[in-house]
């Protein structure tokens, strides 16, 4: 990397061989965007509940049509504050439809409904887990969430004492370094999983591990999901976790670098044509959609090399265009359950790029296409040298007094 020109570095092939490795024996979406134009804080919140906005839409406030638009307070790694509903101080900005910015708020504990009330409302539930390297950090997004937080019985301040965070987050320590990996070993994977890496492994630059952690650390979650030979009741029929397992691997955003494909339209609520004249009756307006973000799709359904997207020729439209809504949307039809916040559509499960529902189209099941060839036996995706499982479930073991941290903010986010 040129010395103070981080804008004019990039990535060598052989350091992500892995996410290459993925794309060509699975898919790869050309077309996925950020739904938001934020850095890591908001992005996490739009990945959990389709949105950042610090109340329901319709509030007497109208903060539901607000977003959050920065990091703030972004905690973890001896950083005092936190972040989310345990946070102090340092709270971030919000920004309005019109992309206006608002004064920093009183608060990073916030009220809007989430993927996760779906799944627990569901008959019956749908069991749910989040890995997070910490509680305290932006990449924690049920920190934020004051329902997940906090028991209304018990202390609203301090660290998250609810049920819900109890019984369903899991964070590293310095004897399990990676829990998820250790879940699948013991056949503990929940029907629903969000796992957020340690910063040592996240492809931040500066984290420590340029040349291959992050990428290996992916490989070998997936290799672990495909040979495992642990099995799921669906039904009467028991099949293993590679069988009825879909995983999602993206970025929480752009990191700041430069795409040449413009974001995708914004959407005004019920048309979904590009148009801020009447602001009020649009949904992110000013702030959705942000630039291309990777995402690739692992099943045994996925054909080998499929690219979500690809052109057919110069000029031609994509025929699939994503972004987060488009993972929540999947995981509400896939589970059966209702919208996020249906029917109020200021959600991205509701906007999302591929749905079709609502604007009068084909009625398509987002990220659907990645699921369309035969069942396939799994394939294992090389990590880098240095990088296999041990090395990330022993890493603290064997560097003692390192601790598990997450990111360092909006210089590295």
């Known amino acids: 990397m040129p010395p103070g020109c981080p804008q004019y570095s990039f990535v ?9 490795d993925i794309a060509t024996n699975y898919g790869f979406a050309n077309y996925m965007f950020a739904t938001n134009q934020g850095p890591s804080m908001p992005a996490h919140q739009f990945l959990l509940s389709g949105t950042s906005a610090p109340a329901v839409p319709d509030e007497p406030h109208g903060w539901g049509l607000d977003f959050v638009a920065e990091n ?19 709270f971030p900005s919000w920004v309005d439809f019109t992309a206006g910015f608002l004064q920093p708020q009183l608060s990073s504990c916030y009220d809007h409904r989430t993927l996760v009330d779906s799944l627990e409302n569901h008959d019956p539930k749908i069991t749910w887990r989040y890995y997070a390297p910490t509680p305290d950090i932006i990449w924690t997004a049920p920190n934020g969430i004051r329902k997940l937080c906090y028991d209304p019985n018990k202390s609203q301040t301090g660290p998250c004492n609810s049920d819900y965070w109890t019984e369903n987050m899991k964070f590293e320590s310095t004897t399990d370094s990676v829990p998820v990996l250790t879940d699948i070993t013991n056949c503990q994977l929940r029907q629903m999983s969000w796992v957020i890496p340690d910063e040592r492994w996240s492809d931040h630059p500066g984290a ?10 992916v490989a070998n979650i997936v290799n672990a999901i495909g040979n495992s030979p642990c099995t799921d009741m669906i039904g009467n029929q ?3 976790y590679w069988q009825d397992t879909a995983i999602f691997i993206v970025w929480d955003d752009w990191g700041g670098w430069y795409d ?3 974001p995708s339209p914004i959407m005004r609520k019920g048309d979904g044509h ?13 702030y ?8 690739l799709v692992v099943s045994a359904y996925t054909p080998a090399g499929y690219v979500s997207g690809a052109l057919p020729s110069p000029g031609m439209q994509p025929d699939y265009v994503h972004d987060f809504g488009s993972i929540l949307r999947f995981t509400e039809v896939n589970f059966r359950l209702d919208y996020i916040a249906n029917p109020n559509p200021y959600y991205a499960d509701y906007n999302a790029r591929d749905n079709g529902q ?8 987002p990220l659907s296409d990645f699921f369309q060839g035969s069942y396939r036996n799994f394939t294992n995706i090389t990590p880098a040298a240095g990088f296999s499982t041990s090395f990330f479930t022993g890493y603290f073991s064997a560097h003692p007094g390192e601790v598990p941290i997450g990111p360092d903010g909006d210089d590295a986010d």
């Open 274 to 286: 590009s148009d801020c004249e009447n602001a009020g009756d649009s949904w992110g307006c000013g």
């Open 208 to 217: 420590g591990f340029e040349t291959g952690a992050g990428p290996s650390y």
């Open 288 to 295: 959705v959609y942000g630039f291309r973000v990777p995402l």
């Open 72 to 90: 703030g307070n972004f905690g973890g790694g001896g950083i005092a504050g936190g972040s989310g509903c345990p946070a102090t101080d340092n």
């Open 12 to 20: 060598q092939k052989s350091d992500v061989q892995p996410y290459f």
């Open 238 to 240: 028991s099949y293993t």
């Open 358 to 365: 609502h604007l009068g189209g084909d009625g398509n099941i």
């Open 260 to 262: 040449h494909v413009k």
